[in-house]
């Protein structure tokens, strides 16, 4: 069965920065387009960043362009997110998600058939 497992969550202050893992299994992660997506209070679930299969390209959402960096190594089964020039309103909960198709257009993202269960990141003075 599919199955990604978050991690490197945490609490950062204004203007730092963490480094989010998701270890992958269950499917041929190489495969496979990979998303970051987070859900905030209150808020609905937003689509944050994505990478396809081989790492050809990569997208983000307005919100984190130019802050956090998309990243994967398919040796490794293992999705990143590194998230530099933290701002409050990034504090969420942070799943890795599997797109359905490995090379999506930059409007197909999000289109997601399977998540983890999330880390909390926390962006607090």
């Known amino acids: 069965q599919v199955h990604l497992v978050e991690s490197g969550g945490g609490l950062a202050q204004p203007g730092g920065s963490l480094r989010l893992s998701c270890a992958a299994s269950g499917f041929s992660f190489s495969s496979f387009a990979m998303s970051w997506a987070r859900q905030a209070p209150g808020k609905g679930l937003e689509w944050v960043s994505g990478?396809?299969?081989?790492?050809?390209?990569?997208y983000y959402a307005a919100s984190v362009k130019g802050r956090f960096t998309i990243s994967r190594d398919n040796a490794k089964n293992t999705l990143y997110l590194q998230m530099n020039s933290l701002k409050r309103e990034d504090t969420a909960l942070y799943y890795c998600a599997k797109e359905k198709v490995p090379v999506p257009r930059y409007g197909e993202y999000g289109r997601n058939d399977y998540w983890g269960q999330g880390t909390q990141v926390t962006v607090s003075s």
């Open positions: 990478i396809t299969s081989d790492s050809s390209d990569t």
